[in-house]
T-cell receptor, first 116, second 112 residues
């Protein structure tokens, strides 16, 4: 059962417009969320994160919004640039009962294509 | 460059064999994670080490094992390899567990 879901395998956006990537999660124990960007033949690169005590975090052109009641987060990229074309992974983590920590749980990714 | 080094970059081996993948974390990072990315799959968490101790286990097969050494580098051992083990194996490291993890470029394993 996928605990982190990215329902759009791909998204095409015109250069200069806003890109919105969505992510849903099912595990209410998740309390920290991250977005990673991945180019072909490279490892994922950390982009931005948000803790469950916040509902918004901004870093330059990138903003992540968290809606805890809906168990939904989104990544907004404004304005979109050609270099933003990549696969974007949503990831979540949390501290589970017993004090043990887990690695990140990733979604399957969304391939963002920025068209000139 | 993330600062996480994985070797080798590519590995081709036959079914039934055993291989070892190596990871050097970023300087100062105590936590190391291993992930597997199969075709059409997201990254699947395998195992995590923190300062030499196993901290969490994910979907790691019994044929796979890992360790983190005193110098903090880590090795992932895959044995009795099957065709389905062909995948990209990523190592990541972070200062603390479950904070921003930085990924290496991965080792592409092909089992023939």
């Amino acid at each position: 059962d996928q605990q982190v879901k990215q329902n759009s395998p791909s998204l095409s956006v015109q250069e200069g417009r806003i890109s919105i990537l969505n992510c849903d999660y099912t595990n209410s124990m998740f309390d920290y969320f991250l977005w990673y960007k991945k180019y072909p033949a490279e490892g994922p690169t950390f982009l931005i994160s948000i803790s469950s005590i916040k509902d918004k975090n901004e870093d330059g052109r990138f903003t992540v919004f968290l809606n805890k009641s809906a168990k939904h987060l989104s990544l907004h990229i404004v304005p979109s640039q050609p270099g933003d074309s990549a696969v974007y992974f949503c990831a979540a983590s949390g501290t589970y009962s017993g004090g043990g920590a887990d690695g990140l749980t990733f979604g399957k990714g969304t391939h963002l294509i920025i068209q000139p | 460059d993330s600062g996480v080094t994985q070797t080798p970059k590519h590995l081709i081996t036959a079914t039934g064999q055993r291989v070892t993948l190596r990871c050097s974390p970023r300087s100062g990072d105590l936590s190391v994670y291993w992930y597997q990315q199969s075709l059409d799959q997201g990254l699947q968490f395998l195992i995590q080490y923190y300062n030499g101790e196993e901290r969490a286990k994910g979907n790691i097969l019994e044929r796979f094992s890992a360790q983190q050494f005193p110098d903090l580098h880590s090795e992932l051992n895959l044995s009795s390899l099957e065709l389905g083990d062909s995948a990209l194996y990523f190592c990541a490291s972070s200062v603390l567990p479950n904070t921003e993890a930085f990924f290496g470029q991965g080792t592409r394993l092909t089992v023939v």
